[in-house]
């Protein structure tokens, strides 16, 4: 977490947001900047499918820098990372992470899942990210995104074959994680989500919020109030989900898309109660979801470790 110091400090972060990971029971790192704004930006949605959207930062960026990378032993020992990183960026990132971690004694690989920064989603990165994806174990652009890497018109989104291809090219032609083993999961906002790797078909899973039809009777998608943040939770929860004993992709997608679905709620973040030892999340059990969209989905959950309590990778 970044925030700007000062004299426009309340104004600038409120402190209400920077207590909120305390009451979730979450550690955090803060980093000041005295002189500089917090980094913010304008999301504009072009309808109401919250697809098509045009974004601008409104406040210089902060970038990372070097020494901002240090971290806690706790931290350091995470069992996964999330980048949200251009290609160019994202080398460095994970080779200062893995030698940090090797020289305190930590010889595990954690699970390392990339998200592209939207900016740098443009055709002329495409050999570039080909070429990063080989350091990650996780490749996950949304629809919008891999289609404008790909140098694709964004009216193909709803292609679901086309972004089979796309996809496949990561994993044919980037050979996406270290050994080729990884996995390129799009995230496709109402269309759900596409898992595929080089030993799996392409699989998509619906969104939580989203009937298709012929299907029983299902939440009503009026509860869906502001996607902004679905992603990046989506992809927390997919990390906890496939870090499971018995994790895999699917399982992991069943977290991502539940997780996703209490973001998409509200604006901004949603509401967190403890009720005896258990998390209530805008008054839902996150656990109860959970089981019914698998069930939905014809996924088994009787005896199944992976659909537990989740508990934090890190």
């Known amino acids: 977490m970044w925030r700007s110091a000062g004299g426009t400090y309340i104004y600038d972060f409120p402190q209400s947001i920077d207590k909120k990971p305390g009451h979730w029971n979450t550690s955090k790192i803060v980093r000041e900047s005295t002189a500089k704004q917090s980094t913010r930006g304008l999301l504009e949605y072009e309808d109401t499918t919250f697809g098509p959207k045009k974004f601008q930062y409104t406040t210089p960026i902060l970038s990372i820098s070097n020494n901002w990378l240090t971290c806690p032993a706790e931290q350091l020992a995470s069992r996964s990372f999330h980048f949200l990183e251009s290609p160019s960026e994202l080398e460095h990132r994970i080779s200062t992470i893995l030698k940090m971690r090797d020289e305190a004694g930590i010889k595990e690989r954690p699970l390392i899942i990339w998200e592209p920064s939207p900016l740098s989603c443009k055709s002329e990165n495409l050999a570039a990210c080909l070429k990063a994806v080989r350091l990650v174990d996780v490749f996950s652009p949304n629809h919008l995104e891999l289609l404008t890497l790909c140098g694709e018109s964004p009216d193909l ?32 906002t109402e269309h759900g989500c596409m898992i595929r790797s080089c030993d799996m078909s ?32 989506f992809l927390g929860a997919y990390a906890i989900g496939l870090l499971k004993p018995d994790g895999n992709h699917v399982q992991a997608a069943c977290y991502g898309s539940v997780a996703a679905s209490f973001a998409l709620e509200q604006v901004g973040i949603p509401k967190l109660i403890r009720d005896g030892g258990k998390e209530v999340w805008n008054g839902v059990s996150v656990i109860s979801r959970l089981h019914e969209y698998a069930s939905r989905l014809g996924i088994a959950t009787e005896g199944s470790s992976a659909l537990e309590d989740p508990v934090p990778s890190g």
Do not use: C
């Not at 392409?202 to 029983?216: L, S």
């Not at 009503?220 to 990046?232: E, F, L």
């Open 202 to 233: 392409p699989t998509w899973m619906p969104p939580y919020y989203q009937p298709e039809p012929g299907a029983q009777a299902q939440p009503k998608t009026s509860k869906v109030v502001d996607p902004t943040g679905a992603g990046n939770a």
């Open 157 to 188: 989104a709803s292609d679901k074959a086309k972004l089979e291809v796309l996809a496949l090219k990561f994993l044919e032609e980037g050979r996406v994680g270290p050994e080729g083993a990884g996995t390129v999961v799009i995230r496709a």
